[in-house]
């Protein structure tokens, strides 16, 4: 049997990926063989990332909650290496914490504007690609956040459940035109982005001890998962979003 995880030839578009779990997951996919596009707001961070991965990663910045930057970030690629095979929704925002209904306005668009709209607008550009070509996979990072209530979370918690549901539809819609969309729920990931739940070393104690493994997330555990589902070990499944908590869901 062949390399089920084999992703030589493939074009890859991944948002939010000069840290954390973006890169990791860029990483993970260059490691499998796939030609990959490094992409987040500061084209500083882009280029020095690309060039720690190597020739196969290329740099662009975008500002995604601009629709005419993200335009110009899937021409850029498709011009670069080709028509992504694999688009990665990675980037997220997360500007407030405290209870929903006390966000404030800025930061609750803000919040939908990144996590939601960058999201759909992204899929539109690549799906008539992936169509052209005769199949895609999509992978959109939620959050475990997505599946449970939060005082703290709640512009964020509902932005990651409305991406669960992106991937429902955008699932069924295109599944005949063989594009894959799934997604990848994290809980709590040793990252910057997520610092302020890790950094205090109590906080983050008790945190694991929640967790069935007993440990939190390291971002290269997100992006095996990602591989999977990016690759012919995915090829069917689709319209899922995989937990991927450490445990956190079976503890009850």
Known sequence: MSDL????GKVAL?????????RAIAEALVARGARVVISSRKADACARVAGEIGPAAVPMAC???DDRAIEALVAGCE???GPPDILVCNAAVNPYMGPFLDTPDDAFDKTVAVNIRANMRLCKQVIPEMQAKGGGAIVIVSSIAAFKGSEQLG?????????TQIVRNLAVAYG??????NGIAPAVVKTDFARALHEDSERAR???ESYALKRLGEPEDIAGVAVMLASRAGAWMTGQTLIVDGGWSAMG
């Open 5 to 8: 995880f084999d992703l030589t």
């Open 14 to 22: 991944v948002t939010g990926s000069t840290r954390g779990i973006g």
């Open 63 to 65: 500002n995604i909650s």
């Open 79 to 81: 011009a670069q290496l």
């Open 155 to 163: 512009i964020y918690a509902v932005t990651k459940a409305a991406d």
């Open 176 to 181: 005949a035109d063989n594009i894959r969309v």
């Open 206 to 208: 008790k945190t694991a």
